[in-house]
C-alpha cells in the first residue's frame, strides 16, 4: 500500500499543452472544485453558501467519478487557492484502510476495513474462516477475471505500473473499498501524471464502493427502487471493468479529450470517448448485467443529440452513447475498440477519438465504409429497438439486445401528418446536432389526394403507335407559373406544348390535356381520364429536403413502411454531398434530395439524416445543424382513421417460436379509440394482460400506462414468457385476458373505465 503525501508534487509533473493556454472564470473554478469534493467524499466540508443545489443531484447514481478527478488535475494550478480554501477542499491521498488481501492472481491488492463507515458488505460472513471476508475474497476474484478479459483475452497494454515510487508498496494495482457515499459507483484516480512517452500516460489506483447500499433508480412513479442493496457484486463487476479499463485508457493516453469553449473563460474537458468506451466494457466482460439500460434513455429520447455531448461528468448521455461503441463492436468487431484507442495513443494528446475511429471504419471495411456512412447505419440502427420495432427490423438491421433497449419516443422525432407542409432549414426545431440525428416521420400519407397518371415509354399504343413520348420542356399554363422537375413530374399546368424534348417517363395530372409527340411531329391534343389510363392511377408525393453544409457527407436514410404489411420496412440510403455555390455574393446551399413517393404503398416514411464527421469544429452545444424538407400535395383526413373503436387486436408472434424470436416477448397490441377528427381519445390509457394455462391457473400478469401513442391508435404491451415469480413458462398453449382501460378515473368509482376486452390463445414452442 502507498500513501502518497506530498500528492501536488508527484501528481502535476505537466499540463497538456490545451490546459496551459486556457485561463478559468471563477465560477468554473467553483464548479470543477465542487465536483472533486463530491468524488473524494469532502462535499460535507462546503459552507452553506456553497452547498449543492437540490437541482444539482442526479435522477440516476454517477456511473464514474474519473472524469471529475480529471478535471481538477489537469487544471490544479490554474486554480485560486483562496478559493480552494474558503469551499474547504483538501488535496485527495489515498485511502488509509487497516487490511489488505492479495488476488489469486497477484495482479491486485484489495484494500478493505472491517469496521467503520467504510466498513465492507457482510463483513463478519468468512466461509473458510482465513480471516478474509468472502466479499473481499469475491471482489478480489472479479479483479482478476476483469484483467484476464481485457488485459489477456482482448490484448490491451497492461496499465502503467506504480511500483517505482518511493516509501513503500508493491507493483500489484491497487482497489480500495471505501464508502463513496452514493457520489459515483466507482472512480479511478491518476496519482502520478504525465509519464511515459509524450507525457500523456499515468499511473492510477481504483476506489469502489464498500457497499453500493446508497445507489437508487427512479421509477415511473418517482419512487427510488436501490438497484444494487442485496447484489453489490453486480455492482463491483461491471465497476471493475469500468474502471480497470481506465487504468489501461491512461496507460495509452490519459489526454484524450475534447476542449469545449463555453465562453468567456469557460471550459468544458469533454471525456465522451473514454466514458462510453468504458462501459461498452462493461458490457463486453459482464454481458448479462446490462447496468447501462437504466442510462439508455438518456440516448434514446434525445437523438439530436451529439455523442459529443459531455456537460458533465454526472451527465448521463456520454453513458447512454455507448450504443456507439456496441454498434461498431457489433459491426466491425470488438478489436475496433482497441485498434481506435491504440491509434489516439499513437498521434499523441487528443481529442482524436474521431478522425481515429474514421481511419479504423475504413481499414475494418476494406475502404468501403467511412465515419459518416457508418453513423448512417448506426442511425437506422437505433431507430428499432424496443420490443415492437425490434420485431419489425429488416433482416442484419439492429443490435443482439435491441428488443431490451428503449424505443425513441414519438416525441423525439418529427411526426407530420398534415399537407402540405413545409418547414424551412433555418426554421426547424428538430435540428440534429453534429454527429447525431434527427427522423422526420410521413405517416397518412394516404390523405394525399392529388391523382396522377404515370406512363413509362412503350405504355402508349392506345394512343400513338410510336414507342417514343416527348413532351416539350416549356410548359404553358392558363394561370400558375409551372416548372418541370427533370422533366418527369408536370402538375397543376391546363395544357403542355410539344417540341423535340424526350423523357422516358411521364407523369401528368388526371383531366389535364397534353400533347403527344413523335420525334418529328405532335398529334392533336389528347385528354387524360380516368377511363384511359385506369390501371395508371396512382398518388404522388414529392419530399424536398434541404440541409446544412459539411465537409464530409451527410448519412441518409429513407425508411419505408408498408402499408399492406405494417411490419414489414425496407430502405434506401444515401451520402449526401453538401458543397455550397456563390450566387450574387450569397452562400446557398442545394437541396439533399428531390423524390417522388407512392404514398398509398406506405404506412409511413421516415428520413433519418445523420451529420457526421471528424470536424471537431462543426458541433455547437444545443445549436443544431440546418434540416428542412417540403411536401406540396394537399391531404385531407382519412375517413378510415375517423371514429375507429377500441379494440383487442392481435399477439405476435402467435405460435411463439422462441428459437426464431428476435426479442424475448410476445407482444399484445391493442387498438386505442379515436375520435370525428382521427385523433386518439386517450391520452395515457391502460393495457393489463392476465395469463393463464389452459387448465385455469393463473400464471402472471403484465401490464404498462401507454405514454406515447401511435398515430394510428396502436398500443401494445409485451409478456416475455415468465410466470410472477420469474421463471421462464414451458412450451403450451396459455390464454391471455387482455383489457385496455382508459385514462381517466370514473368520477364515483375512481377506477378507469374498461375500454375494450379480449380473450387470446398464445402458443409457445421452446
Not at 17 to 43: C, F, P, S
Amino acid at each position: 500500500m502507498k500513501r502518497i503525501i506530498g500528492l501536488a508534487i508527484v501528481l502535476l509533473l505537466g499540463l497538456s499543452a490545451v490546459a496551459e493556454e486556457i485561463e478559468l472564470n471563477e465560477q468554473t473554478q467553483i464548479n470543477i472544485i465542487k465536483n472533486y469534493m463530491r468524488v473524494t467524499g469532502q462535499k460535507y466540508k462546503l459552507p452553506s453558501s456553497y452547498a449543492l443545489d437540490e437541482e444539482e443531484e442526479t435522477v440516476l447514481p454517477n456511473k464514474c467519478g474519473t472524469a471529475a478527478l480529471l478535471d481538477f488535475i489537469e487544471v490544479r494550478d490554474k486554480l485560486n487557492p483562496n478559493l480552494m480554501n474558503s469551499l474547504g477542499a483538501e488535496l485527495y491521498v489515498r485511502p488509509v484502510l487497516d487490511l489488505s488481501y492479495d488476488s489469486p492472481g497477484g495482479e491486485f491488492k484489495i484494500h478493505y476495513t472491517k469496521t467503520g463507515p467504510d466498513s465492507v458488505y457482510r463483513a463478519s460472513v468468512d466461509s473458510d474462516i482465513d480471516g478474509v471476508p468472502d466479499f473481499v475474497e469475491r471482489v478480489a476474484l472479479i479483479a482478476d477475471s476483469v484483467y484476464e478479459h481485457i488485459i489477456n483475452e482482448l490484448g490491451y497494454p497492461i496499465p502503467p505500473s506504480d511500483g517505482f515510487y518511493n516509501g513503500g508498496g508493491d507493483e500489484k494495482y491497487d482497489i480500495y473499498l471505501k464508502d463513496l457515499q452514493g457520489e459515483a459507483y466507482g472512480l479511478d484516480y491518476p496519482d502520478s501524471a504525465y509519464i511515459g512517452p509524450g507525457e500523456k500516460q499515468s499511473t492510477s489506483f481504483i476506489v469502489l464502493d464498500n457497499d453500493y447500499y446508497e445507489f437508487y433508480i427512479l421509477d415511473a412513479n418517482n419512487d427510488r427502487i436501490y438497484i444494487y442493496r442485496n447484489r453489490p457484486l453486480d455492482a463491483i463487476r461491471v465497476t471493475t471493468a469500468h474502471e480497470f479499463f481506465h487504468a489501461v485508457q491512461f496507460g495509452i493516453d490519459f489526454l484524450e479529450s475534447e476542449l469545449e469553449a463555453l465562453g468567456d473563460n469557460v471550459y468544458m474537458m469533454k471525456r465522451y470517448w473514454m466514458e462510453m468506451s468504458a462501459v461498452w466494457m462493461e458490457e463486453e466482460v459482464y454481458d448479462n448485467i446490462n447496468d447501462y439500460y437504466n442510462y439508455l434513455p438518456y440516448f434514446f429520447y434525445f437523438p439530436m443529440s451529439s455523442i459529443q455531448q459531455f456537460n458533465s461528468y454526472s451527465d448521463p448521455h456520454p453513458y447512454a452513447s455507448v450504443v456507439f461503441p456496441i454498434y461498431l463492436s457489433e459491426t466491425y468487431g470488438r478489436d475496433i475498440i482497441r485498434d481506435i484507442w491504440l491509434l489516439c495513443g499513437e498521434m499523441g494528446t487528443g481529442p482524436h477519438f474521431l478522425y481515429a475511429a474514421q481511419n479504423k471504419i475504413d481499414s475494418a471495411s476494406n475502404g468501403t465504409a467511412s465515419l459518416g456512412s457508418a453513423f448512417r447505419d448506426f442511425a437506422l440502427w437505433n431507430f428499432f429497438t424496443g420490443s415492437t420495432r425490434a420485431y419489425q427490423a429488416p433482416n442484419n438491421i439492429g443490435y443482439s439486445e435491441k428488443a431490451n433497449y428503449i424505443a425513441i419516443p414519438g416525441e423525439a422525432m418529427d411526426n407530420r401528418y398534415i399537407y402540405p407542409t413545409l418547414v424551412p432549414s433555418n426554421q426547424n426545431f428538430y435540428k440534429p446536432e453534429h454527429n447525431a440525428a434527427v427522423y422526420l416521420k410521413f405517416t397518412e400519407t394516404r390523405t394525399i389526394h392529388d391523382k396522377y397518371w404515370v406512363c413509362n415509354e412503350g405504355t402508349w399504343d392506345i394512343l400513338c403507335h410510336d414507342t417514343t413520348v416527348t413532351l416539350s420542356d416549356t410548359i404553358v399554363c392558363d394561370s400558375v407559373d409551372c416548372a418541370a422537375f427533370a422533366c418527369n413530374i408536370l402538375r397543376k399546368c391546363d395544357s403542355i406544348a410539344c417540341d423535340s424534348f424526350f423523357c422516358d417517363t411521364i407523369m401528368a395530372p388526371l383531366d389535364t390535356t397534353i400533347t403527344i409527340c413523335t420525334q418529328d411531329r405532335c398529334f392533336d391534343s389528347t385528354r387524360v381520364t380516368e377511363f384511359d389510363f385506369y390501371d395508371k392511377i396512382d398518388s404522388t408525393m414529392l419530399v424536398s429536403l434541404s440541409y446544412d453544409t459539411l465537409t464530409q457527407p451527410w448519412g441518409l436514410t429513407v425508411l419505408f413502411q408498408l402499408d399492406d404489411d405494417p411490419d414489414s420496412f425496407y430502405y434506401d440510403q444515401y451520402l449526401l454531398t453538401a458543397n455550397p455555390y456563390i450566387y450574387n455574393g450569397r452562400k446557398f446551399y442545394p437541396s439533399a434530395l428531390i423524390e417522388s413517393y407512392n404514398p398509398d404503398l406506405y404506412r409511413s416514411i421516415t428520413f433519418i439524416a445523420s451529420p457526421a464527421s471528424t470536424d471537431l469544429t462543426r458541433y455547437e452545444p444545443r445549436a443544431g445543424m440546418y434540416f428542412g424538407f417540403y411536401v406540396p400535395e394537399e391531404g385531407e383526413i382519412d375517413s378510415s382513421l375517423i371514429n375507429v373503436p377500441a379494440s383487442v387486436l392481435y399477439s405476435y408472434p402467435n405460435p411463439a417460436v422462441v428459437s426464431e424470436m428476435t426479442g424475448d416477448s410476445i407482444i399484445f397490441r391493442f387498438q386505442v379509440p379515436t375520435d370525428t377528427t382521427s385523433f386518439t381519445t386517450e391520452i395515457e390509457p391502460k393495457m393489463v394482460v392476465d395469463i393463464f394455462t389452459v387448465a385455469g391457473e393463473y400464471v402472471g400478469t403484465v401490464e404498462r400506462v401507454i405514454k406515447e401513442i401511435d398515430r394510428l391508435g396502436i398500443a401494445e404491451v409485451g409478456w416475455n414468457m415468465t410466470n410472477a415469480e420469474g421463471r421462464e413458462v414451458a412450451s403450451g398453449v396459455y390464454i391471455a385476458y387482455a383489457r385496455l382501460f382508459s385514462d381517466r378515473l370514473n368520477t364515483f368509482s375512481q377506477k378507469r373505465s374498461l375500454l375494450a376486452e379480449d380473450k387470446v390463445k398464445v402458443a409457445i414452442i421452446r
